[in-house]
């Protein structure tokens, strides 16, 4: 290998490279054109256009001969109708075809943690986690998901207070597959011993894991609602208590769905999907066939039916003391965390839209939080709460509603030694729903709640969900254009009125942390009666402070 001095290896890549520049900066030179190259011999070496013709076709730029006129792709129809179609066992049908290449399909149950007053709390945290399972038909787990991914498709299952969802997405051809792993997750599940018990273990680990989070949201979510509704329907916790995980069993899980997943209780939902197909989809899975708690034989007395007690709401107190983790790379203090609510409406009240909107006029979020007008920066929230007193690190609404009944609550973090103070921020701002809005706060709530709305349906999945829901609660699936509607009409004093509806309640307290000096939950009622949201001989709040 050849190997130079260091002097004058660096003297001859100078020349190099000055000689690469000068190449470069040499001027152009113009001149005759041949074959699309400067035909200078000392000039560069220049890429022009080309004269020469290539092809007998035309050129684009002159109208072809003999071609009609043109037809250019319009918008097709975009008002797709929801068919709901009831079979013979009670099983709802319902669906709506779009246009595209996948379909999602999925079974909305009338269950959840509100009807299990007759249970062990945890049957629906339970049931979660043993979904899509074995079935009767499918031995294992991996034989289900090996003949989803035959078309592409994924599943899901999701419960809430009063809900349950079984859901997969897929190409449309494999609908038939689809449709019967639903049936058989849902209808004919082995709930093998082995599988109960796995399940019970992913229960206790996701309980450690959620103590062991800066996040408590889940956890502050429950206690809000135990508040609230003590000790009945929308009172009773979505997780599983730690003291009741080792007492449900497969004969309980069991038990607890052959009264609350019959066909009756369900909704066969479709997006993507031609309606009589899967209508004749479901007449064979859904209603041939027996459910494994009627093939088999359940040993259990009590209970002998569902709980079809109504949501009553109580309001009330339920703080814990301890420890919140902190996470060091995040850069947040340790946080205590208050949440405050008010007996808010049901999805089917006359005050659910008003509702809707004080929601996003209320808004919220992180102090630390990126964006813009559209990210809320001009909710109450934000302006007057976040933007005024640094030691807030959040604060967030929140409306909870249901068949029944309704929550609506803020749920607020600031450091321990700020707490009593936090609590004093909140109702203030909880007192000043019930004034009336400014013209431009109200168009700018209405507009963000219109387009949340239209902007969420476009997914396929959302779709889906909106339809098994409606059907469910009403029997029909009501179109957006009938909400957009509906919000278009809300008023200041609509505004007022629900505002004003909710603070006529008596309010719920939930904490977590270092709460010591919390005001109690009787002294947060007289703030929102009649003291302007202050708390009883709490002096003047300061901004500095």
């Known amino acids: 290998m050849l190997s130079l001095p260091l002097g004058t290896a660096q003297a001859f890549a100078r020349r190099i490279f000055l000689n690469k520049c000068y190449t470069s900066v040499r001027p152009y030179v113009s001149g005759p054109v041949e074959g699309g190259r400067a035909s200078v011999p000392d000039g560069p070496t220049v890429n022009v256009p080309s004269k020469e013709v290539v092809t007998a076709l035309p050129p ?37 075809n779009r246009f595209g290449q996948f379909c999602t399909v999925g079974v909305v149950i009338d269950s959840g943690p509100r009807y299990e007053l007759a249970y062990p709390s945890g049957i629906s945290h339970f049931l979660e986690k043993l979904a899509f399972q074995s079935t009767a038909s499918f031995g294992e787990k991996d034989v289900i998901f090996k003949e989803l991914e035959k078309h592409g498709g994924i599943c899901d299952c999701q419960s809430s207070r009063d809900t349950f969802v079984y859901a997969a997405s897929a190409d449309s051809r494999g609908v038939e597959a689809v449709t019967r792993i639903l049936a058989d997750v849902v209808l004919r599940p082995r709930l093998a011993n082995e599988e109960v018990e796995f399940a019970r273990q992913t229960v206790k680990f996701e309980l450690e894991t959620l103590g062991m989070r800066p996040e408590q949201e889940p ?25 009741t995980a080792d007492q449900i069993d497969r004969n309980m899980l069991l038990t607890y769905l052959r009264h609350h997943h019959t066909p009756d209780r369900m909704v066969l939902a479709g997006v993507g999907v031609p309606h009589d197909e ?56 340790e946080l205590a965390h208050v949440v405050i609510g008010l ?35 001009y909710t109450r929230l934000y302006t007057n709460v976040l933007n005024r007193y640094h030691w807030m690190y959040s604060a967030t609404a929140y409306n909870h509603a249901y068949g029944d009944s309704g929550l609506f609550c803020i749920h607020a973090t600031a450091p321990p030694t700020h707490v009593k103070s936090l609590v004093e921020v909140i109702t203030r701002e909880l007192y000043a729903m019930q004034g009336r809005p ?24 959302v779709v889906f969900e909106d339809i098994g829901r409606q059907v469910l609660a009403t029997g029909e699936r009501r179109r957006p254009e009938h909400f957009i509607q509906e919000i278009e009409k809300i008023t200041a004093e609509d505004i007022q009125n629900v505002a004003k509806r909710f603070l006529a ?18 002294d947060i009622q007289t703030a929102l009666a009649g003291g302007e949201g202050r708390l009883p001989g709490n002096r003047r709040l300061s901004l500095f402070r």
């Open 343 to 377: 007996k808010g409406c049901s999805h089917q009240d006359k005050d659910f839209i008003a509702a809707c909107v004080l929601n996003i006029m209320m808004g919220g979020g992180g102090s630390f939080s990126a964006g813009g007008p559209g990210k809320g920066m």
């Open 505 to 522: 309640s008596p309010p719920a307290l939930a904490a977590r942390g270092e709460i010591k000096g919390i005001p109690d939950v009787k």
């Open 219 to 243: 956890i502050l979510m429950d206690m809000i609602h135990a508040a609230g509704f003590r000790d009945n329907t929308l009172g009773l916790p979505k997780l599983c208590p730690l003291k």
């Open 60 to 96: 684009l730029s002159q109208p072809v001969p003999d071609l009609g006129p043109v037809q250019y792709a319009r918008p097709g129809d975009q008002s797709n109708v929801t068919q709901v179609t009831r079979l013979s066992n009670g099983l709802r049908v319902a669906s709506e």
């Open 278 to 333: 899967l209508v004749r989809l479901a007449e064979r899975f859904f209603v041939e066939g027996s459910a494994t708690w009627e093939s088999e034989k359940v040993h259990a007395k009590n209970p002998t039916g569902v709980d079809t007690s109504i949501a009553q709401y109580t309001g009330g107190s339920k703080l814990e003391e301890c420890a919140i983790p902190v996470y060091a790379a995040v850069g947040l203090p």
């Open 438 to 461: 400014g013209d431009q706060e109200l168009r700018r709530a209405k507009t963000q709640l219109q387009s949340m709305l239209l902007m969420n349906l476009e997914a396929r999945p």
